[in-house]
C-alpha cells in the first residue's frame, strides 16, 4: 500500500478534482427579512420573518454584490465612508446560506437589497417571457448639438445608505435606486425605539417597490410623465403590487398568516401591509400603506376599508389615487382565493361554511396556503403581462384595466376561474371605467382585434406585413441572442430598421387613423410656428419607442410568441392658447402594436391619437391646473412645461464623483419627492 504525506495527499485530491465537472448550482439561498426588521422583535413573526431567498445563480458574481443586472455601492455621504462589500462567494458564507440578518451589519444591507432586487427581476422577467433592461436614454453633446441614444446600461446601481433622512426612491438620472435611514419618531405608541435607526434598505416591500419603478421606468419610460392624475399614481400603484403580491412566495410567512386569520385574509393580517416598520417609524399607528384596512382615528382600532364608487374620483395625490388600483387589485385576489378555497371549507365542515373552534389542521393551512400562494402568483403574472398591452403615453386605469383584460385573454381563452370577472367587479366597485366602451364585460373591455379586412381597407396596410415578416425572419435567423448585451444591441437594431420602413412608404389618412400617428406633412396639425420642419418636405417626425418580443405558455402547453413595437410623437403645444409664445408642454400620441408571430399577422393596435382634441384640451387643463396651482408639483417637478431629457451618466471613479452625484438636490428627481 502507498503511502502518501500529508502535502501529498492534498495535491492529489486537487489534481484529482479538477478533472472532474460539477454542475452549476441552479440557485444561491441567501437569509434575509420577509418583511422588515421590526417582526423579528416579536414574539409571535419573530420564527417566520426569517426566509431564505432563492436567487438565479450568477456564475461570476463579485464582491459587492456586482452581477449581471445589479451593482451594490455602499457608500455613505453623510458619514463620507466606504463600507466593505460583502462577499456572497466566500466558502462559509456560502455554508450558511448567507450573512445573519443584522440590523447593524452593513453587509448583509448589500445582501438584502440584492436577493430582493434579484427576487423582483426574476419575477418580473418570468412573466414577461425577456430579458429585462433598464432605461438608458441619454442626452449626448449640449444645445443645439445635443442628441439622444439608447443605450446599454447594464447594471442599475443599489446603494443601500445613500441618504440620511426618511425617503427611498429610484434615480432615472443616475440609473440608481438610492435608500435612506433615518431616527424613528420619539413615539411610544408606535412600538418602535425612540431615536432608533430604521434602514429603508432591510425592508423587503421599500426595495420591491423601488426596483419595480426601475424595471417600468425601463419598459415605458414615458409613463412618468405627468400627463394625468392617473399617470404617476400608475407608477405608484404597479410598484406597491409587486411587493404586495411577492408576500406570498414566502412559504412560513403564508401558513403562519392563514393560521392566524383562520383562512380568513380579509382581516387584518401582515400579507396586506407595506413597510410597517417605516411607517410606525414615522408616526403612523399602521404601516405606510394597508391594502385593506385602515385606523380608524377616533379608536384608534384597525378596520377594514370598504369601497365606494367614489373613490376613484376623490382621490387626487398620486399615493392616495395609486392606493384605489392596489386595493382593487387585492380585493380581486381576495374574492378569487374565496372562491378557490370554498370547496376545502365545505369539506372541513361538512357543508356548514362555519369553522370549529380552535386551530386549524395543519394540512388544512397547507392546502390554504397553497391555493393563496397560486392564486397571488397567477394574478401577479396579470398585471405584468398586462403593461405589454398599454398604451405608450398618457395611461389611466381605465386603459389598464383592459390591458389586463386582453393579455389574459390572450394566454388563458378559458377563464375557468373568473379571474377577468373578479377584476372587472373590483374596479367597478370604485369607479374605475375605460372610457369608449359600451359594456364592462370582458368581451367589450378587450381590446379590438384588428380584422384582415381592416388591413386591407388601408392603403398602408401592407407595411404591417412588412414589420411582422422582418421581424420575424430577423429573429429566426439571430442565435446570438444569449446575453442581455446581444439582445439589446438586436433590438436596437430592429428600431432603426422598422422606422425606415414606415418612413419609406407614403402616409395614408387610414395608417394614421389606425395607429394615432399624424405622418401626412400636409395636416392641419403641423401648419403651425411650432412645426418647424414644415417647409423642408419631411415626414413629420415620430419614434420607433421599442421593440420587444415576449415568448410565453399557456396551460394547455401551446406557446404564445409575440414582438411589441411602440410608436410615438409628439407635439408642441401652449399651456394658455391665448398666449401661443409663452410656456409650452408635448403633446404625444402613438400606439403598441402587437404582433402575432406564429400567424405572422397585427393582432392589436392600442392607440392614443395625436389629433385626438379631447385629449390635447384635458392635458392643458391639466397643466393649467398645476401652473396656477403648482403646490408640492412645482416645488419638486419644476415648472408645468417641456420636459427635458436627463444629461448624459459619466462614470463614478471616485468617492467625490460618487458623493457629488448623491448628494445632488432631490428636487430633480421625480420618484425623490413621491416617496418623501
Same mark, same amino acid.
Given at each position: 500500500?502507498?503511502?502518501?504525506?500529508?502535502?501529498?495527499?492534498?495535491?492529489?485530491?486537487?489534481?484529482?478534482?479538477?478533472?472532474?465537472?460539477?454542475?452549476?448550482?441552479?440557485?444561491?439561498?441567501?437569509?434575509?427579512?420577509?418583511?422588515?426588521?421590526?417582526?423579528?422583535?416579536?414574539?409571535?413573526?419573530?420564527?417566520?420573518?426569517?426566509?431564505?431567498?432563492?436567487?438565479?445563480?450568477?456564475?461570476?458574481?463579485?464582491?459587492?454584490?456586482?452581477?449581471?443586472?445589479?451593482?451594490?455601492?455602499?457608500?455613505?455621504?453623510?458619514?463620507?465612508?466606504?463600507?466593505?462589500?460583502?462577499?456572497?462567494?466566500?466558502?462559509?458564507?456560502?455554508?450558511?446560506?448567507?450573512?445573519?440578518?443584522?440590523?447593524?451589519?452593513?453587509?448583509?444591507?448589500?445582501?438584502?437589497?440584492?436577493?430582493?432586487?434579484?427576487?423582483?427581476?426574476?419575477?418580473?422577467?418570468?412573466?414577461?417571457?425577456?430579458?429585462?433592461?433598464?432605461?438608458?436614454?441619454?442626452?449626448?453633446?449640449?444645445?443645439?448639438?445635443?442628441?439622444?441614444?439608447?443605450?446599454?446600461?447594464?447594471?442599475? &446601481?443599489?446603494?443601500?445608505?445613500?441618504?440620511?433622512?426618511?425617503?427611498?426612491?429610484?434615480?432615472?438620472?443616475?440609473?440608481?435606486?438610492?435608500?435612506?435611514?433615518?431616527?424613528?419618531?420619539?413615539?411610544?405608541?408606535?412600538?418602535?425605539?425612540?431615536?432608533?435607526?430604521?434602514?429603508?434598505?432591510?425592508?423587503?416591500?421599500?426595495?420591491?417597490?423601488?426596483?419595480?419603478?426601475?424595471?417600468?421606468?425601463?419598459?415605458?419610460?414615458?409613463?412618468?410623465?405627468?400627463?394625468?392624475?392617473?399617470?404617476?399614481?400608475?407608477?405608484?400603484?404597479?410598484?406597491?403590487?409587486?411587493?404586495?403580491?411577492?408576500?406570498?412566495?414566502?412559504?412560513?410567512?403564508?401558513?403562519?398568516?392563514?393560521?392566524?386569520?383562520?383562512?380568513?385574509?380579509?382581516?387584518?393580517?401582515?400579507?396586506?401591509?407595506?413597510?410597517?416598520?417605516?411607517?410606525?417609524?414615522?408616526?403612523?399607528?399602521?404601516?405606510?400603506?394597508?391594502?385593506?384596512?385602515? %385606523?380608524?382615528?377616533?379608536?384608534?382600532?384597525?378596520?377594514?376599508?370598504?369601497?365606494?364608487?367614489?373613490?376613484?374620483?376623490?382621490?387626487?395625490?398620486?399615493?392616495?389615487?395609486?392606493?384605489?388600483?392596489?386595493?382593487?387589485?387585492?380585493?380581486?385576489?381576495?374574492?378569487?382565493?374565496?372562491? &378557490?378555497?370554498?370547496?376545502?371549507?365545505?369539506?372541513?365542515?361538512?357543508?356548514?361554511?362555519?369553522?370549529?373552534?380552535?386551530?386549524?389542521?395543519?394540512?388544512?393551512?397547507?392546502?390554504?396556503?397553497?391555493?393563496?400562494?397560486?392564486?397571488?402568483?397567477?394574478?401577479?403574472?396579470?398585471?405584468?403581462?398586462?403593461?405589454?398591452?398599454?398604451?405608450?403615453?398618457?395611461?389611466?386605469?381605465?386603459?389598464?384595466?383592459?390591458?389586463?383584460?386582453?393579455?389574459?385573454?390572450?394566454?388563458?381563452?378559458?377563464?375557468?376561474?373568473?379571474?377577468?370577472?373578479?377584476?372587472?367587479?373590483?374596479?367597478?366597485?370604485?369607479?374605475?371605467?375605460?372610457?369608449?366602451?359600451?359594456?364592462?364585460?370582458?368581451?367589450?373591455?378587450?381590446?379590438?382585434?384588428?380584422?384582415?379586412?381592416?388591413?386591407?381597407?388601408?392603403?398602408?396596410?401592407?407595411?404591417?406585413?412588412?414589420?411582422?415578416?422582418?421581424?420575424?425572419?430577423?429573429?429566426?435567423?439571430?442565435?446570438?441572442?444569449?446575453?442581455?448585451?446581444?439582445?439589446?444591441?438586436?433590438?436596437?437594431?430592429?428600431?432603426?430598421?422598422?422606422?425606415?420602413?414606415?418612413?419609406?412608404?407614403?402616409?395614408?389618412?387610414?395608417?394614421?387613423?389606425?395607429?394615432?400617428?399624424?405622418?401626412?406633412?400636409?395636416?392641419?396639425?403641423?401648419?403651425?410656428?411650432?412645426?418647424?420642419?414644415?417647409?423642408?418636405?419631411?415626414?413629420?417626425?415620430?419614434?420607433?419607442?421599442?421593440?420587444?418580443?415576449?415568448?410565453?405558455?399557456?396551460?394547455?402547453?401551446?406557446?404564445?410568441?409575440?414582438?411589441?413595437?411602440?410608436?410615438?410623437?409628439?407635439?408642441?403645444?401652449?399651456?394658455?392658447?391665448?398666449?401661443?409664445?409663452?410656456?409650452?408642454?408635448?403633446?404625444?400620441?402613438?400606439?403598441?402594436?402587437?404582433?402575432?408571430?406564429?400567424?405572422?399577422?397585427?393582432?392589436?393596435?392600442? &392607440?392614443?391619437? %395625436?389629433?385626438?382634441?379631447?385629449?390635447?384640451?384635458?392635458?392643458?387643463?391639466?397643466?393649467?391646473?398645476?401652473?396656477?396651482?403648482?403646490?408640492?408639483?412645482?416645488?419638486?417637478?419644476?415648472?408645468?412645461?417641456?420636459?427635458?431629457?436627463?444629461?448624459?451618466?459619466?462614470?463614478?471613479?471616485?468617492?467625490?464623483?460618487?458623493?457629488?452625484?448623491?448628494?445632488?438636490?432631490?428636487?430633480?428627481?421625480?420618484?425623490?419627492?413621491?416617496?418623501?
Amino acid at each position: 500500500m502507498l503511502e502518501y504525506s500529508p502535502q501529498e495527499s492534498r495535491l492529489q485530491t486537487e489534481r484529482t478534482l479538477a478533472t472532474i465537472t460539477y454542475p452549476l448550482p441552479p440557485y444561491r439561498r441567501l437569509r434575509g427579512y420577509a418583511f422588515d426588521p421590526s417582526l423579528s422583535l416579536e414574539m409571535d413573526t419573530a420564527d417566520v420573518n426569517e426566509v431564505v431567498y432563492k436567487i438565479r445563480w450568477e456564475d461570476d458574481l463579485s464582491d459587492g454584490p456586482v452581477g449581471e443586472y445589479l451593482e451594490v455601492v455602499d457608500y455613505d455621504p453623510s458619514s463620507n465612508v466606504f463600507y466593505h462589500p460583502v462577499n456572497l462567494n466566500q466558502p462559509y458564507v456560502l455554508a450558511q446560506d448567507g450573512l445573519d440578518p443584522s440590523e447593524s451589519n452593513p453587509k448583509f444591507h448589500q445582501q438584502m437589497v440584492y436577493a430582493v432586487a434579484m427576487t423582483t427581476i426574476q419575477n418580473m422577467e418570468r412573466a414577461l417571457g425577456r430579458w429585462i433592461f433598464w432605461n438608458g436614454y441619454r442626452q449626448i453633446g449640449v444645445g443645439k448639438n445635443a442628441r439622444y441614444e439608447d443605450e446599454f446600461v447594464q447594471r442599475l &446601481r443599489l446603494y443601500p445608505h445613500a441618504l440620511r433622512e426618511a425617503n427611498a426612491y429610484y434615480s432615472p438620472d443616475k440609473k440608481a435606486i438610492l435608500f435612506g435611514y433615518f431616527p424613528a419618531l420619539h413615539d411610544s405608541n408606535t412600538g418602535q425605539l425612540p431615536g432608533g435607526l430604521v434602514f429603508s434598505c432591510l425592508s423587503h416591500d421599500i426595495i420591491a417597490h423601488e426596483m419595480t419603478h426601475a424595471v417600468l421606468d425601463g419598459m415605458h419610460r414615458r409613463f412618468s410623465k405627468d400627463t394625468n392624475p392617473d399617470a404617476l399614481a400608475f407608477h405608484e400603484a404597479f410598484s406597491d403590487i409587486v411587493a404586495l403580491f411577492q408576500h406570498f412566495s414566502f412559504p412560513e410567512v403564508l401558513h403562519d398568516q392563514i393560521a392566524k386569520t383562520r383562512g380568513d385574509l380579509s382581516l387584518q393580517n401582515q400579507l396586506g401591509k407595506l413597510a410597517l416598520q417605516f411607517g410606525l417609524a414615522r408616526g403612523n399607528r399602521n404601516s405606510l400603506r394597508d391594502a385593506i384596512g385602515e %385606523i380608524n382615528e377616533k379608536t384608534q382600532q384597525w378596520e377594514p376599508k370598504a369601497p365606494t364608487p367614489a373613490d376613484y374620483e376623490n382621490a387626487t395625490k398620486p399615493h392616495e389615487r395609486g392606493s384605489v388600483l392596489m386595493a382593487a387589485l387585492f380585493e380581486t385576489f381576495l374574492t378569487l382565493y374565496k372562491s &378557490r378555497v370554498s370547496d376545502l371549507i365545505r369539506i372541513t365542515t361538512n357543508g356548514t361554511g362555519k369553522l370549529p373552534d380552535g386551530d386549524l389542521h395543519p394540512d388544512l393551512v397547507k392546502r390554504l396556503a397553497g391555493e393563496a400562494a397560486k392564486t397571488s402568483r397567477h394574478l401577479l403574472n396579470m398585471c405584468i403581462r398586462a403593461l405589454d398591452y398599454c398604451p405608450p403615453v398618457d395611461l389611466n386605469f381605465g386603459d389598464y384595466l383592459r390591458a389586463l383584460i386582453t393579455a389574459d385573454f390572450d394566454l388563458v381563452a378559458d377563464d375557468s376561474h373568473n379571474y377577468r370577472l373578479a377584476i372587472i367587479s373590483a374596479f367597478r366597485k370604485r369607479g374605475i371605467y375605460p372610457k369608449g366602451i359600451k359594456t364592462l364585460s370582458p368581451e367589450s373591455l378587450r381590446w379590438d382585434i384588428i380584422s384582415d379586412n381592416q388591413l386591407k381597407q388601408i392603403g398602408k396596410g401592407e407595411i404591417f406585413k412588412m414589420i411582422t415578416k422582418t421581424l420575424s425572419e430577423e429573429l429566426k435567423k439571430t442565435t446570438d441572442l444569449k446575453t442581455r448585451a446581444a439582445s439589446f444591441t438586436f433590438f436596437h437594431r430592429m428600431k432603426g430598421l422598422i422606422h425606415g420602413k414606415i418612413a419609406s412608404v407614403k402616409a395614408t389618412k387610414d395608417f394614421d387613423e389606425l395607429t394615432g400617428l399624424c405622418l401626412e406633412k400636409e395636416n392641419e396639425i403641423w401648419k403651425d410656428k411650432n412645426w418647424k420642419d414644415k417647409d423642408k418636405g419631411e415626414c413629420p417626425p415620430f419614434e420607433v419607442h421599442s421593440i420587444r418580443s415576449a415568448q410565453r405558455m399557456t396551460p394547455n402547453g401551446d406557446t404564445v410568441n409575440q414582438a411589441i413595437v411602440v410608436l410615438t410623437q409628439r407635439r408642441e403645444i401652449a399651456v394658455d392658447s391665448d398666449d401661443p409664445e409663452g410656456t409650452t408642454f408635448w403633446f404625444r400620441g402613438g400606439c403598441t402594436l402587437i404582433f402575432d408571430l406564429n400567424g405572422l399577422k397585427l393582432r392589436y393596435c392600442v &392607440r392614443k391619437n %395625436i389629433k385626438d382634441d379631447r385629449r390635447l384640451e384635458a392635458q392643458r387643463r391639466y397643466e393649467q391646473q398645476l401652473t396656477n396651482s403648482p403646490g408640492d408639483r412645482a416645488l419638486y417637478f419644476g415648472k408645468p412645461g417641456r420636459d427635458t431629457q436627463p444629461e448624459a451618466n459619466q462614470e463614478q471613479n471616485t468617492a467625490e464623483e460618487i458623493r457629488n452625484r448623491i448628494t445632488t438636490e432631490a428636487i430633480q428627481e421625480p420618484f425623490a419627492f413621491l416617496h418623501r
